[in-house]
């Protein structure tokens, strides 16, 4: 028997060491309007590894924000896959957290309300935890 000795570089080793936390395999999105169809994004694919930083760039309404919706899980592609830690993304998850481009606010709250608004959603906190949680991640930003 012959063994066949397939070439394996660096990068494919290294891959295999450490796996992508973000893959986007072949994401393809469009919405309908008056004013007829947009390809947002075309079989866009790309990966991200742990501790790596990625800037998307590109002209107004090339697709920048309608892809990061699709990775907090906001938007549901037309076609393709995204995995984070391995796991396709099924809905908006605390282990990928979204600035908005925009401000978020709610601004009938008060900013302890704001803050408070997400943990009372969360299930075994007491009153008293969801204060101590939302003035610490306050007092990191003074
Ligand atoms: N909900 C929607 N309904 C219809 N069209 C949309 C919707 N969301 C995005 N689009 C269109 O899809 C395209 C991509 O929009 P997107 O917001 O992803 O662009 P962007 O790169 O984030 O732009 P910007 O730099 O202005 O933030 C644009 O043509 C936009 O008008
Ligand atoms: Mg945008």
Redesign the pocket.
Known sequence: MVRRHEHVSVEDELQVVTPAKLVVGDVSKS?A?SAGV?Q?LDRVSLQVGEGEFLCLV?A???????LLNIIAGLEKPDSGQVLANGKPISGPGADRMVMF?ESALFPWLDVMGNVLFGLKRKPGLTAKDRNDVAKYTLSLLG
Not at 60 to 66: L, N
């Open positions: 919405f309007s947009v947002a590109g107004s309404g090339c697709g920048k924000s309608t481009q």
